[in-house]
């Protein structure tokens, strides 16, 4: 009855480290699959795990479910003493609301500020839409901090399920040098401290394979000229 | 404690379909208003409500919720026994897959068949990226009927057998394949039969129908608007 959790490669996949950094947060123990992206091979390898031929991929026994928020709903239905959503019910519904909002929009901060966590931090402009998902997303953490994360520094206290869906967000925000608020700031640095943050960060610097559609210095990766 | 779904025009708004046929279908009673798009209401109520300034929107007491996922989860959440989700837990994990695919993706389908009751059936051409959404449904639609439709404990013709969030979530895309008349297999056509029969999608196709509101990006042969023939045809 042991989980497993097929991801992409650390550096980029941000749906995969939606799934891995909520189990690692909640201490759920689970066996990590790393398939790295975009390489000859990899979709065939990932066939073998994911028929829709996607990652992040959960398996759990006989049960296979992709698809980052339905394996947050699948985690927080299976333990629940995790508390992966706020326990009252109008915490539940905002973290639900927001988590649903980054799944399916923010498309131009998705398109041009893809997730690159050894990407040098530095402020690159950015076109309109892009500061305006911003505001949008700064306005939606101030939210759900002042109604609901009194207990602790994350959207609803503790990290769950809605501070996962936003974790690539903080990595965007944070390596594109994008202008915030410091209680956004604060935020950030909240999930940039956590223990399991640090752990996927760590594993994603010595990767080493480079996706050039994902590097908006190239020529340069990781401020060296490659190529 | 009554709940209040603001939704935007029946005709156009895919998004607002959803939570509505789901709790039309589970018998929840709510009231509904409707606020055509691009007028001043719209622009006036719907960002008050939410920031994100868009329908559907779900008013239950103090609390807003947004989203149409989100609002099914909600809703599945307050009403266990409307069954909106299947009780098995390997077919509610794989439920919530379907319905989050369709929440986040298709996209090429979804701008090329804009959701337009009131259209003539028309065939329309397909470009790749579109047939490709179609064959992935389609595929997907006979995936959940065979494993776990086919033999749910709750019976019925629909992907879980019984009516439910996940097929709210499609309900726009039979919508879809319908008016724009996409070929699809036999059994998809069942389902989409299936769905269409249901007296809340009937409700809801008549309502978008005798709407007056037209828009011009959701027209795609604009300036030309198709209308079927009984509801006058303005070709």
Request: glycine share 6%; with cysteine; charged share 20%.
């Amino acid at each position: 009855m042991s989980l497993t959790l097929v991801i992409g490669n650390k550096n980029y996949s941000s749906w995969s480290l939606r799934p891995w950094i909520a189990m690692k947060a909640a201490g759920i123990p689970f066996k990590e699959v790393l398939i790295p992206l975009y390489r000859e091979g990899s979709a065939e390898e990932i066939l073998k795990y994911s028929p829709a031929g996607k990652v992040p991929i959960l398996h759990d026994g006989d049960n296979a479910i992709w698809d980052s928020l339905s394996i947050l709903e699948y985690l927080a239905e299976k333990f629940p003493d995790a508390k992966l959503w706020p326990t009252d019910s109008a915490a539940r519904a905002l973290a639900r609301s927001v988590s649903a909002e980054m799944h399916g929009g923010f498309q131009p901060l998705r398109q041009h500020c893809t997730m690159n966590l050894w990407l040098p931090v530095k402020a690159r402009p950015q076109p309109p839409e892009v500061l305006a998902n911003v505001q949008r997303i700064e306005a939606i953490w101030a939210d759900c901090r002042r109604r609901y994360g009194k207990a602790g520094p994350f959207l609803f206290g503790s990290f769950g399920n809605a501070d996962a869906m936003y974790a690539p967000v903080v990595a965007r925000l944070y390596n594109y040098g994008l202008p915030v608020s410091p209680a956004t700031r604060a935020y950030m640095d909240a999930v940039m401290a956590t223990a399991a943050w640090r752990e996927w960060h760590d594993a994603a610097m010595k990767e080493t394979w480079v996706m050039q559609n994902n590097e908006p210095d190239w020529p340069l990766v990781r401020g060296i000229k490659v190529g | 404690m009554a709940l209040k779904l603001i939704i935007g025009n029946k005709n156009y708004s895919s998004w607002s379909l959803r939570p509505w046929i789901a709790m039309t279908v589970a018998g929840i009673p709510f009231e509904e208003q409707v606020i055509a798009f691009e007028t001043e209401d719209f622009a006036r109520i719907v960002p008050s409500l939410s920031r994100t300034a868009k329908v559907p929107i779900l008013i239950d007491g103090d609390r807003v919720i947004w989203e149409s996922l989100a609002i099914l989860e909600y809703l599945a959440e307050k009403f266990p026994d409307a069954g909106l989700w299947p009780k098995d837990p390997a077919a509610r994990a794989h439920a919530r897959v379907v319905a989050n695919e369709m929440h986040a993706g298709f996209q090429p389908l979804r701008n090329h068949l804009p959701v337009n009751f009131a259209r003539r059936i028309i065939k329309r051409d397909l470009p790749a990226p579109v047939k490709g959404n179609v064959r992935h449904i389609e595929a997907l639609w006979a995936d959940c009927r065979a494993r776990f439709g086919v033999k749910a404990a709750r019976g019925g013709p629909f992907l879980f057998g019984a009516f439910g969030n996940a097929d709210a979530m499609y309900a726009p895309v039979v919508s879809r394949f319908h008016t724009y008349s996409v070929d699809v297999a036999p059994m998809s056509r069942a389902y989409m039969d299936a769905v269409m029969a249901l007296p809340a999608f009937k409700a809801w196709e008549a309502a978008a129908i005798a709407e007056p509101w037209l828009f011009a990006e959701d027209e795609v042969d604009w300036p030309v608007v198709h209308r079927a023939d009984a509801h006058g045809s303005n070709t």
